[in-house]
């Protein structure tokens, strides 16, 4: 197979969809769409992620230096896109319907609709010019009792529907795609 050169991009490295939860400096939760996630090995499982430039989400976690991040699902992903296009300066961000909870040791918001949440702490903050890379600790995972049956990963996979993203484009855990960055939120 031949092989051509192309200006830096990651079209085909699919990457998990997580909505980031945190509160305003009010007390109030706010989510974040992101996708720049990946774990670590550091004595125990931890977590990477990358937030670039300037957002509020970027600015509450490093100010509490908690957070949760909570597993994007088919179901979710209509709001999961409107609080990714949806400035976090825009008052009415947050003004759609989400079941929101706590954490059970973090005090971080989640997603009851999420089957996956990982409360994290913050143990280190890289910065390199605009982007802030986060190592963290996992204090917890809040977990949907359901996946705990008997059924395979691939079955469980299939019913809790995870959301890739990749060249703008939401992607099922099946491959089929859900529409471009932008289009499912018009669906609330």
Same mark, same amino acid.
Not at 86 to 102: E, T, Y
């Given at each position: 197979m031949g092989k051509i050169s192309l200006q830096p991009n990651n079209d085909y490295c699919p @990457? =998990?969809?997580?909505?980031?939860?945190?509160?305003?400096? @009010?007390?109030?939760?706010?989510?974040?769409?992101?996708?720049?996630? #990946?774990?670590?090995?550091?004595?125990?499982?931890?977590?990477?992620?990358? %937030?670039?430039? #300037?957002?509020? =989400?970027?600015? /509450?976690?490093?100010? !509490?230096? +908690?957070? !949760? *991040?909570?597993?994007v699902t088919e179901e979710l992903l209509p709001a999961a896109d409107h609080l990714g296009c949806? !400035?976090? !300066?825009?008052?009415?961000?947050?003004?759609? /319907?989400?079941?929101?909870?706590?954490? *059970? +040791?973090?005090d971080v918001p989640v997603l009851e609709k999420s089957p996956v949440v990982f409360e994290l702490e +913050? %143990?280190? %903050? %890289? =910065?390199? /010019?605009?982007?802030?890379i986060m190592l963290c600790k996992i204090r917890n995972v809040l977990q949907d009792e359901s996946l705990s049956s008997d059924e395979s990963v691939e079955q469980k996979?299939?019913?809790? *529907?995870? +959301? &890739? =993203? &990749? *060249?703008?484009?939401y992607i099922s855990h099946d491959g089929r795609s859900l529409g471009k960055w932008g289009e499912p939120m018009k669906q609330l």
């Open positions: @990457q =998990t969809l997580f909505l980031y939860g945190t509160y305003d400096e @009010q007390g109030n939760p706010d989510f974040g769409l992101f996708c720049w996630f #990946s774990y670590i090995w550091n004595e125990e499982l931890g977590v990477m992620c990358c %937030i670039g430039g #300037s957002k509020l =989400t970027k600015d /509450n976690i490093k100010r !509490s230096r +908690v957070f !949760s *991040a909570n597993l949806v !400035s976090g !300066s825009n008052p009415d961000k947050m003004k759609i /319907n989400l079941a929101i909870g706590k954490g *059970a +040791v973090l +913050v %143990i280190d %903050i %890289i =910065t390199k /010019n605009d982007a802030d996979l299939m019913r809790i *529907a995870p +959301v &890739t =993203t &990749t *060249a703008n484009t």
